[in-house]
């Protein structure tokens, strides 16, 4: 089933407001998440920009960093970056509508996963929207490669999903996941995974100005053989249960819910931007449509 069984867009009751650090710049930032009317979308802005436009409305062409992370930046080069957890929430729980204020470079980490942005919105509650959600159907295949990495959106009368990933580690090794992406599956096997990294890559990372505010508070961190997180993991093949989830996060920056079959092997931010560029490039293979309550109950 899409995201929302009525089929209408979807907004918050109130504001939703937290704070918390930037994985890779390391800098505290706060986050408020605000109700919107119909039509808006998803509108990030800058509250610490002051001299020119500080709203960047998310969109497929707006992503302009997708090595680490999915960073968005609007006309007048104000970037902001890490908003995948987030958007991912968005799209499961059904948010078509929403202003995010932030007043840094990069939203929050929090714990890593899109638990916390799940549990910041159910506090502020839900409220129907009367115009109908617009969802983007797959009408043909689309597929992107990078060297052994690949991904695809592909015809299906609902959102399904498909993710496999396969590091040379005995940790993570060869994981498989395919479920519907629905708000029920969301929560109970999406959301709490965690983003994860190797040990040997942090220095690196760090050196390159990334991953100063990454920690064991919020990325599961592996060591050759072990996990060096004292609880271990959170769940059986957590480690593509987050891929998804940042897939799901990247897709959603097209700004509508998909009826069609994600399918990615070893894809990261970069590839899934590659998939939603070569999408809006191809407007034979997609179409917008609004379903009505009743056809949704068929099948």
């Known amino acids: 089933m899409p995201a929302r069984p009525d089929h209408r867009e979807r907004t918050l009751v109130a504001p939703a407001i937290c704070a918390g650090v930037g994985v890779h710049t390391g800098q505290r930032v706060r986050l408020s998440i605000r109700p919107a009317s119909t039509g808006t979308g998803i509108v990030f802005v800058r509250s610490d920009v002051t001299d020119r436009d500080n709203r960047i409305p998310v969109a497929g062409d707006a992503v302009v960093d997708a090595r680490l992370n999915t960073m968005i930046e609007n006309a007048a080069g104000v970037q902001l970056s890490t908003i995948e957890h987030l958007m991912a929430a968005f799209c499961a729980l059904g948010v078509s509508n929403a202003v995010v204020e932030v007043d840094g470079p990069e939203l929050p980490i929090l714990d890593g996963s899109a638990l916390p942005f799940v549990q910041l919105l159910d506090r502020a509650g839900f409220r129907r929207q009367e115009a109908p959600v617009r969802y983007i159907q797959i009408l043909e295949p689309i597929h992107v490669t ?112 998909l009826l069609g079959r994600y399918e990615g092997y070893k894809a990261g931010h970069a590839v899934n931007n590659r998939l939603v560029r070569a999408l809006l490039d191809a407007p034979h293979a997609w179409r917008e449509v609004v379903l009505e309550p009743q056809l949704a109950r068929v099948g």
Do not use: W
């Not at 100005?209 to 996990?227: F, H, K, P, Q, T």
């Open 146 to 257: 990078d060297g052994d990495k690949h991904a695809a959106l592909l015809p299906c009368d609902r959102y399904e999903m498909r993710f496999e990933i396969d590091f040379d580690n005995p940790v993570v090794g060869n994981q498989v996941i395919d479920f519907v992406v629905d708000e029920q599956t969301f929560r109970d096997e999406i959301m709490a995974a965690r983003t994860f990294g190797f040990a040997h890559e942090v220095e690196a990372l760090r050196q390159a100005g990334l991953a100063r505010g990454g920690s064991l508070e919020n990325a599961v961190v592996i060591d050759g053989d072990d996990i060096l997180n004292p609880g271990g993991l959170r769940m059986e093949r957590e480690f593509v249960r987050h891929k998804a989830l940042d897939a799901i996060g990247d897709l959603y920056v097209l700004g509508a819910p």
